[in-house]
């Protein structure tokens, strides 16, 4: 589509000349001297309309919070985000519990219970931790049972038995609405041992399962507190919706991400329930985000800053491989660009085995960790996973991310000879990805040759339209919070960036809590 020509040509041909640093800072407000005054009005107008990420002093935000640091029992498997991110918000759930009064907390989309854990054994809550995978339903009742015992044992020696150790409750199950969720609390809190068949008879949900513990109650009126640390798309909207319809659920402590899979309102279905826009004020303007721009609000200015120049080179030229890539899907598969296909991201894991606390070099990735990868040759020297064609032409492995920086491992940068055959490499597994086995038809070398003249605007278009991430996200959040603020006086709502957002871009917890 050439988007680049709806850009300001003096802007592209200002930053065509710009350094990687200088463009890495764009989606940061950072502005240069000698950039065209209307380039430098669109930089800091963007900065600042959007919400500010800037960890808050949550001392002063919650006079009463107990920050206290992890031990090495309760930090057993998180890398340094989620070490992070834990402590703050299980910090900042129990006080709010302790504020409402709130007797037991559902950790909603709790993963391997890592939050659930520190309420249960630090902060000393009651907690149900929800999880559609029942894998890491398995993983939490371990990991909790080890950490009972070591307390347990710690408690026998220093003859302070009086306590009385409570583990988290696991429930895996899938929580498609809004009527799911409140199903389930009620039903949680009116019965302590779950039954499956009795939930499946009512229809509440697809699977559910919960082990034979007990969670312990305490004799005041049963209440909820709903936490979410990263609940993706809808299930962070859910969570508000449940929180105002059940009359069980006193506050609500919500940490959104993934606003790329948030379902939108279409014209003709006002009456289903989305994750955007939620509120009446935004549903009024008839705004609508579309899919590229609920994909940019993921982008975080904080990652953008991050990144050194050869990783940002990188990140530059695999987006080149994908914009290239799609032309190949515009000119042979065009049924198949129309539904928006996806191909995943590969190195990610592989990256993360290799070199555990590293950060992924793209600005997309989420749950990365702090440090860039280091590039060297010797970082090099890992087992590649290139495609591999099988019988029926299937690719079964790639990992572009990990091969771009190593081959012609001298350099940290994409040699030019190398470029084809990475963009030849990426795009056989896209295509075996996609279940479109028939590429030896088409001329990958004639896309290339048509294309590659202009990757070298990739950087300045891309950071230019990166900027406008945390203003869309700034868009979705304050949708959220006026959703809550409508509800009038019997509630209060705040937004609250409780992490390093260095750490974690996605920082901003909603909290809000009935009177």
């Keep these: 589509d050439k988007l680049w020509e709806a850009v300001d040509k003096e802007w592209i041909d200002c930053l065509q000349t710009e350094s990687v640093e200088n463009l890495l800072l764009i989606p940061s407000g950072v502005v240069q001297d000698h950039w065209p005054a209307s380039l430098k009005e669109y930089v800091l107008t963007l ?41 703050a918000l299980a910090a900042v759930v129990s006080s709010i519990a302790r504020n409402v009064g709130v007797n037991t907390i559902i950790d909603v989309g709790a993963g391997q219970g890592y939050l659930a854990q520190v309420l249960c054994f630090q902060h000393q809550l009651s907690v149900i931790a929800i999880d559609a995978c029942s894998h890491h339903g398995r ?40 009527d799911t969720l409140k199903a389930l609390s009620k039903s949680l809190l009116e ?11 009512k229809g509440i949900y697809e699977h559910c399962h919960g082990p034979s513990e007990r969670v312990a109650y305490s004799d005041c009126l049963p209440s909820l507190l709903l936490a979410g640390l990263h609940a993706c798309g809808d299930l962070s909207v859910t969570m508000l919706r449940t929180f105002l319809e059940s009359p069980e659920v006193k506050a609500v402590v919500s940490i959104g991400c993934c606003y790329n899979l948030l379902s939108e309102e279409g014209v003709k279905d006002n009456d289903s329930q989305h994750g955007f ?39 530059f030229e695999l987006h080149a491989f994908r914009a290239a890539f799609q032309m190949v899907l515009f ?22 085995k290799h070199y555990p606390g590293i950060v992924n070099s793209s600005v997309h990735c989420e749950e990365a960790a702090h440090k860039p990868l280091p590039l060297s040759p010797q970082n090099c020297k890992m087992e590649r996973t290139w495609p591999h064609m099988n019988g029926t032409g299937k690719s079964r492995g790639f990992d572009l991310e990990t091969d771009a920086m190593c081959d012609g491992a001298s350099s940290n ?18 295509l075996g990805r996609l279940g479109l086995d028939h590429y030896q038809d088409t001329n990958l070398t004639g896309v ?51 992490f390093d957002p260095t750490l974690s871009p996605r920082n901003v917890a909603l909290i809000a809590k009935k009177f």
Excluded at 191 to 201: A, H, K, P, R
């Design 277 to 315: 826009p939620v509120s009446n004020g935004v549903k009024s303007t008839g705004l609508s985000l579309g899919k590229s721009s609920r994909d940019l609000a993921c982008q975080s200015a904080e990652r953008w800053r991050g990144l050194d120049k050869d990783a940002g080179v990188h990140n």
């Design 47 to 87: 900065k600042s309309l959007a919400f500010s990420c800037e960890q808050a002093d949550l001392k002063k935000v919650l006079p009463d919070l107990d920050m206290t640091a992890l031990s090495t029992v309760l930090t057993q498997g998180m890398n340094q985000k989620k070490k992070h991110e834990v402590e």
């Design 139 to 178: 993983i939490t009742d371990a990991r909790a049972e080890r950490m009972r015992k070591h307390y347990a044992a710690k408690m026998r020696k220093s003859r302070s038995e009086d306590r009385v150790l409570t583990m988290p409750k696991t429930v895996t199950c899938r929580v498609l609405s809004t």
């Design 191 to 201: 019965n302590d041992d779950v039954e499956q068949t009795d939930l499946i008879g």
């Design 331 to 352: 000119q042979y598969y065009p049924e198949t660009l129309a539904r928006s296909p996806a191909i995943g991201r590969q190195g990610k894991a592989l990256r993360r």
């Design 413 to 430: 940068l994409i040699k030019a000879g190398n470029k084809y055959s990475l963009f030849e490499k990426f795009s056989h597994y896209g």
């Design 448 to 498: 290339w040759k048509e294309t590659e003249p202009f990757a070298e605007l990739i950087g300045p278009y891309w950071s230019l339209r990166a900027a406008l991430g945390p203003v869309l996200e700034t868009i979705i959040l304050l949708d959220r919070l006026l959703f809550l603020q409508e509800q009038g006086n019997l509630l209060e709502a705040v937004m609250i960036p409780i």
